[in-house]
């Protein structure tokens, strides 16, 4: 079982900055590829952002160039540093570990942009 806490939300002024921390529990996290997702309200969850095993990122185009993904296999967490933030980034964000067989979730952190 893969125990993921996610931390860092808050209120923040559009234009601002948040650094998101997801914490893994129980798991080799180096064997997960990670992933950032979030869901605002009214609207289905998305994927953000990414990091595999490899260390490669990915991100949606609505983040790209503002949010980056970062992981640190030995302190088995995965950051999401998020830049030059809009009101439309406002959601519930989550922090997601897959390998081939399962996913795991974390709870979700609130991330408000509104000034």
């Known amino acids: 079982q893969v125990h993921l806490v996610e931390s860092g939300g808050g209120l923040v002024q559009p234009g601002g900055s948040l650094s998101l921390s997801c914490a893994a529990s129980?798991?080799?996290?180096?064997?997960?590829?990670m992933a950032w997702y979030r869901q605002a309200p009214g609207k289905q969850r998305e994927w953000v952002a990414d990091?595999?095993?490899?260390?490669?990122?990915n991100y949606a185009d609505s983040v790209k160039g503002r949010f980056t993904i970062s992981r640190d296999n030995a302190k088995k967490t995965v950051d999401l540093q998020m830049n030059s933030l809009k009101v439309e980034d406002t959601a519930v964000y989550y922090c997601?570990?897959?390998?081939?067989?399962?996913?795991?979730w974390g709870q979700g952190t609130q991330v408000t942009v509104s000034s």
């Open positions: 997601k570990a897959s390998r081939l067989g399962g996913a795991y």
């Open positions: 990091v595999t095993i490899g260390g490669y990122t």
């Open positions: 129980s798991v080799i996290l180096s064997t997960y590829t």
